[in-house]
């Protein structure tokens, strides 16, 4: 099977598994795992903050950050489709007790504009404006990804209102080879940020939640409450050391082997919109006539897999499971009609 459904699906390249097994580890709670050490040390030096917190899902990271930049009764602006609103079960009000302002973005991006306009103002009606909170690349966007200038844009504004501000980077490091943008230069404008190592990267599994040393340590409090504390973790470490060394600037690929995608499906008669495949991922509407399940059935008599996105929607992901002969048996399936 040709595996699209999502870039979580990789499996770990034989070097990495060598470098897992070599790794030296430790009990982790007790902050003895040296290769957790590392990670975190690297990860929050490559993006300009001063500690990291290596956890198990990118949706503990989120959640951890929103529950130490908030409290009960206070609110959190983000878009509409944001993963952290969508895709992780309510989270921010189970965890946080925290409401939230949505916006509705440009394939999942806002603007400064928007977000001063979400801004309560002091009244005992509302809850408390506490945190902000962007996605790059954005999920639902099909891999959409910010300007730099928007980014300082919606930064100062934060700072002028003391806000924090959070980035959910769970396919960051595609934002950062699509866009050639520094991941030194982010630390200077978020407040927290939350990276994935277990998507485009490849590795098993893993996140890590960067920020100050301050709020990391609030984090780790946050973590242990949500039974994220680790034993001898530092063989899946290792998988990510190995994935920040090694996998970074082959996204590359992912992102040349998405657009052929996206170019194919712009000829197939069935296909009435694609979204501009910026990164790793493709979404596409189905013309009426022709259903998400239907259109997934026929890629699976194809030995395809995708994931149904809506409607008529599907998504394509690319990732370094999917080499170019794949992608060409992809396309010679999307050349073929749907029954």
């Known amino acids: 099977m040709i595996d699209l459904r999502s870039d979580t699906v990789t499996r770990p390249t034989p070097a990495m598994l060598e470098a897992m097994f070599r790794a030296p580890v430790g009990d982790d709670v007790y902050e003895e795992d040296p290769t957790v050490r590392e990670l975190e040390h690297e990860t929050a030096r490559r993006f300009g903050l001063e500690a990291g917190l290596f956890c198990p899902s990118g949706t503990m990271t989120n959640q951890i950050a929103i529950k130490a930049h908030t409290e009960p009764l206070s609110e959190v602006i983000c878009e509409q489709t944001a993963h952290i609103y969508l895709w992780e079960v309510g989270g921010i009000a189970f965890h946080s007790g925290a409401s939230v302002a949505l916006l509705p973005g440009n394939r999942g991006r806002l603007t400064a504009a928007q977000v001063a306009s979400a801004i309560r103002s002091e009244n005992i009606h509302y809850p408390t404006t506490r945190l902000v ?12 990804c910010y300007p730099w200038q928007a980014l300082e844009d919606i930064a100062e504004l934060a700072r002028r209102h003391r806000l924090p501000l959070h980035l959910d980077g769970a396919r ?23 990276i994935c190592l277990s998507k485009g990267l490849g ?27 680790w034993r001898q973790a530092g063989y899946l470490a290792a998988a990510g050391l190995y994935a920040l060394e090694h996998h970074v600037e082959r996204l590359a690929d992912d992102h040349r082997r998405a657009q052929q995608l996206a170019a194919a499906l712009q000829q197939a008669p069935y296909v009435e919109e694609v979204l501009p495949a910026e990164t790793n991922l493709v979404i596409f509407r189905l013309r009426e006539g022709l259903t998400e399940e239907q ?20 998504r394509f992901v690319t990732h370094l499971d999917v080499d170019d002969a794949a992608i060409e048996r992809v396309i010679e399936a999307l050349q073929m009609q749907p029954q």
């Open 295 to 314: 259109f997934l059935a026929h890629l699976s008599e194809q030995g395809i897999k995708a994931s149904a996105f809506g409607p008529q929607m599907v």
């Open 133 to 144: 909170c962007l996605e790059n690349t954005h999920n639902r966007g099909g891999g959409s």
């Open 172 to 194: 960051l490091f595609n934002a950062l080879v699509a866009t050639g943008q520094r991941s030194e230069e982010y630390g200077r404008l978020f407040s927290s940020i939350s």
């Open 203 to 229: 590795a098993p599994v893993g996140s890590v939640l960067l920020g100050s040393r301050e709020f990391i340590r609030k984090c780790q409090r946050i973590r242990k409450v949500m039974g994220g504390g």
